[in-house]
């Protein structure tokens, strides 16, 4: 018996809470009245809704970095974007979007440097010739007691020139192909006598 009345009493109460709220209000005061409405209805936000609105607002802040370095590459404006359907994903789905947005900017930032650098298909190929004669294509090779580094076996000056910084032989693979694309173009194959 205690069971139901205490049901019966709390629906009661429940109904009763809003009604006092609103009858404080004057007729008048419509104002007053949502406002009461309209704060005991709303649901505080939790950190899951934040995270959730963090990783959306990272996603589309990557995806329009993504959209304006294809546009500065391919040559063209970059277009508008719309809102993605990725917007009503899951965290996890959002983080794995994020992860691939980085990686494909990050190729994109890779196309572009080898853009301003020359470095062309047609480029490309002959530099491999090159590198395949000089060091075997090893991007570590020491010739020359130490005076020739790298893949191209670059001196320490002719390095410098390119506005390469440091030791050849350190830099990334990707960095020594620019940097030769860059002094086939401008001295041809002079400084390579031998494989050139």
Not at 81 to 98: A, C, E, H, Y
Not at 110 to 127: S, V
Not at 183 to 196: D, F, M, T
Request: charged share 30%.
């Amino acid at each position: 018996m205690k069971a139901p009345l205490i049901a019966v009493l709390s629906v009661v109460l429940a109904a009763a809470v809003p009604a006092v709220a609103i009858s404080a209000a004057t007729p008048n005061d419509v104002k007053a009245i949502e406002t009461n409405v309209t704060t005991t209805n709303t649901t505080p936000t939790t950190t899951q809704d934040l995270r959730h609105r963090r990783l959306e607002k990272r996603f589309l802040k990557l995806r329009t970095r993504l959209n304006r370095l294809v546009a500065k590459r391919d040559g063209r404006r970059a277009r508008k974007v719309r809102t993605p359907p990725q917007l009503r994903w899951s965290d996890r789905g959002l983080k794995r979007s994020i992860r691939v947005l980085r990686k494909r900017i990050r190729g994109v930032r890779r196309d572009l440097h080898d853009k301003r650098a020359g470095l062309t298909p047609g480029i490309r190929a002959r530099l491999q010739s090159i590198a395949a004669c000089e060091s075997g294509g090893n991007p570590r090779a020491i010739g020359g007691g130490g005076a020739y580094r790298g893949k191209y076996q670059f001196s320490f000056g002719t390095w410098s020139s390119v506005g390469g910084k440091g030791d050849p032989a350190r830099a990334s693979e990707a960095e020594q192909d620019r940097r030769a694309a860059m002094l086939l173009l401008r001295s041809g194959a002079g400084h390579w006598p031998v494989c050139g």
